[in-house]
């Protein structure tokens, strides 16, 4: 019998701008369908990227058919993707981020995954583990599961119960059976305590092809700009009405599962007024430098890691206001390169706050020792690294795992 790992889906070559996603159901004990369970078919790795990437893909669906209509999304997710700001994009209680064990089970990598998954549980998303969760050295985790997921592959018919069992005593969780192919372990894990199922004795992966599309800069650079100088809302609908991509893509993002309305949104109005002004701005910024829009995508990519890194590198230091700043100097910071044109000239198209403007003109102000050093990790330069380091007072490991998450989080933006 072929296994009921959806992994298992052949993985189809793809064209350009074209991802394919293979979604399970996820039923519950009546059969009906409850959530889906997606995976990114267009890659054979799965990491950080490949992840986030999943969801932005699925909550941008352009098919003809909806491809979670308003369920529960269930994505696998590496530790990596878990404290990337995209994440500030997605309506939490639609999204059910499944979490691996810590390669090792190292109490102290155990506990230092622990702030991560305690501030995604504070904000509302919900944590599914495997059976691996119920070790001791997990404890710490096992208030935060709202899900416990068996793999009947994996696991021996005879420990079945007792599994279950340990997780209602252990844990808030509801237990998932995956990869259930026979009524008997459907009958089997329903005695136990088991809630919901997953496998191919109800359904088989459906593989779904969607495409990306992207809208053009002029448009993208005034919606930035409109909402830099926090305009209103019918100045932001008129921009949106003049590119039908640009405004498409925005009623795909506000209609997702991910996003959470409940019901269909139509219009441009109701979409700026539910997405916000600093949602619509980090969403428009990450379209303006997406590798689509003309420049290499190694230039999209660098500007993207210089604004999350600065971003990452301002937080706990500055203001939340402050810490979009360095997120907008770093995302333009190469605008002059993406644009093709004298950097005081593209500057000249947005409305920017003065200290983002001196740091982007000048590498000065409370942003200017911060991009240096973004610069400086890009070119592995020492003496400027050092000097930019010293500057700030930030220790190298600081610094590092900024650079670090950065780069994950610049390639689940698909750059």
Known sequence: MPSSDPSAVPATPV??????????PIMDAQREVVAYELFDRS?????????????FNAMTHTGNESLVGKKTIFVNCTHESLSGGHLDLIQPEKVVLEVGPVPGHAPADIAARQQTLQELHQRGFRLAFNHTVLAPVYAPWQPLAAFVKLDLMALRPEQLQVIVAAVKARTPAAVVAEKVETMEQFSALLSYGATLFQGYWFARPDVIKTKVVSP?????????NLVRNQASTDEIESVLKKDAVLGFNLLRLINSAGFGVDREITSFRQAVMLMGLKKLFRWAALLLTSKANGSPAAVGTTAVVRGRMMELLATGTLSPEECDGAFVVGIFSLLDVMLGMPLDQALALLSLPPAVAEALQHGTGLYGPMLALTKACENDDDTAFGAAAQALQFSSHRINMAHMEALVWADTMGM
């Open 15 to 24: 064209d350009t701008g074209t991802v394919i996603i293979a979604r399970q």
């Open 43 to 55: 890659t054979v790795s799965h990491n950080a990227a490949s992840d986030v990437a999943l969801v």
């Open 216 to 224: 053009g800069q002029a448009h993208v650079l005034q919606l930035i």
